[in-house]
């Protein structure tokens, strides 16, 4: 099931997932236009792309997320409210980081350890679950695309999507009550008249308010500090946006305070091939030339994976099990954020019909196996 949110809209493909009671994962590549300041009387919005995960067992959801929970700062929001103070394993996270979901990954390890009871994880995946269906569904334009796979284990939580959508759908309404004032859950509030704040606010209460309107926490991360929905904390700040003491500053993208990884040095390569011969020994020949690299041998987590992971050129077996090669380079290019990323189709065949199918599905070049360590490096230098 794959098509334009033009066609259908969220709810309704939630509700052909719950009925027809089906296991896999849902990606959605969704546009949300978010305020970028006046010029005299008008307000200017930009364009910001955002691809969200949902996860499914049997018509029911287990887990969500957005392409930028890669790194944990959204688990570690969470954990402020619980006063969890978590020290990240480097290694043991780089051993997750290559399963599907390493956010949910790291949640069972802080359950196992003891860091987690069930009752805060249980309550911590169902708040991410609301984040982003709220985002979802407070959209009507992008692509989705719905791939039949196996359920994520173990489970912690199963929730009725019926439920969940109408309590979400109420938020989404009266969110729009806020417009003009306040437009999107990543705006970070400022306090821009203090003295009258003050004045305005008990003591504690204006404690409260200039501990988190600095103008970089967003109310989506004042929600999960607070363990509060985002309908409640945008209410209780709308009277003092209206009035012009407060402020809130625009956000392209959640800002994170916290980030585990270094920045990325080298480039990196995804190779999609389901012959792990293959796969091993393309990893040897990078990894020893310096780049990054990531070897997926199920094609049907391949989607998935390579929009966590945004690599800067992809290596495409051809002919593998439920999903060829073709399939998943068009998919890739039906992307705004994988139509200038050069994909490298592999196959162990070489005809005219080959290069043109290749060329048609959007690849960037061809590459015959057997292959030599020089052949792929020149070809990698060549488009990277």
């Not at 052909?16 to 307000?43: D, M, N, W």
């Not at 949640?107 to 805060?120: F, K, M, R, T, Y």
């Not at 310096?290 to 050129?313: G, H, M, R, W």
Request: aromatic share 10%.
């Amino acid at each position: 099931m794959q098509g334009t949110l033009n066609e259908i809209d969220i709810r309704s493909i939630l509700q052909l997932i719950e009925l027809g009671q089906r296991t896999g994962v849902l990606l959605v590549e969704a546009y949300h236009y978010l305020p970028a300041g006046k010029t005299s009387q008008l307000r200017k919005y930009q364009k910001q792309q955002k691809v969200c995960f949902v996860f499914f067992v049997n018509g029911q959801i287990t887990y969500a997320a957005d392409e930028t929970n890669t790194n944990l700062s959204r688990l570690v929001d969470y954990l402020y409210y619980y006063n969890n103070q978590i020290i990240i394993d480097s290694n043991h996270y780089q051993s997750i980081a290559q399963t599907n979901v390493p956010e949910y990954a790291y949640i069972w390890h802080l359950l196992e350890n003891g860091v987690l009871s069930p009752a805060q994880g249980r309550g911590i995946i169902s708040n991410m679950v609301d984040e982003i269906l709220f985002d979802l569904l407070s959209i009507n334009q992008g692509y989705f695309i719905f791939e039949k796979d196996s359920a994520l284990e173990p489970q912690l939580i199963t929730l009725e999507i019926g439920s969940k959508v109408t309590k979400i759908m109420k938020q989404v309404q009266q969110w729009k009550e806020f417009h003009p004032h306040i437009d999107f859950p990543y705006q970070a509030p400022i306090i821009v008249d203090d003295h009258k704040l003050r004045e305005t606010l008990p003591k504690n209460a204006y404690q409260n308010l200039y501990r988190w309107a600095d103008g970089k926490t967003t109310l989506r991360q004042i929600s999960r500090y607070l363990n509060r929905d985002i309908l409640t904390i945008a209410r209780a700040i709308y009277p003092y946006v209206e009035k012009g003491l407060l402020q809130l500053v625009g956000s392209t993208k959640p800002l994170e305070n916290w980030d585990l990884t270094d920045k990325k040095l080298s480039p990196h390569i995804v190779c999609i091939d389901d012959d792990l011969t293959i796969g091993k020994s393309v990893e040897y020949i990078l990894k020893a030339n310096n780049y990054d690299v990531t070897i997926i041998t199920e094609p049907l987590n391949a989607l998935s994976l390579v929009f966590q992971i945004k690599p800067d050129l992809i290596l495409c077996d051809i002919s593998m099990p439920h999903l060829d090669g073709y399939e998943i380079c068009a998919m890739l290019r039906r992307s705004t954020a994988f139509r200038q990323i050069p994909i490298i189709m592999l196959t162990g065949k070489e005809t005219f019909i080959d290069r043109i199918q290749a060329r048609m599905a959007g690849a960037t070049d061809y590459l015959t196996k057997p292959f030599g360590e020089n052949e792929l490096l020149l070809l990698l230098e060549k488009w990277i």
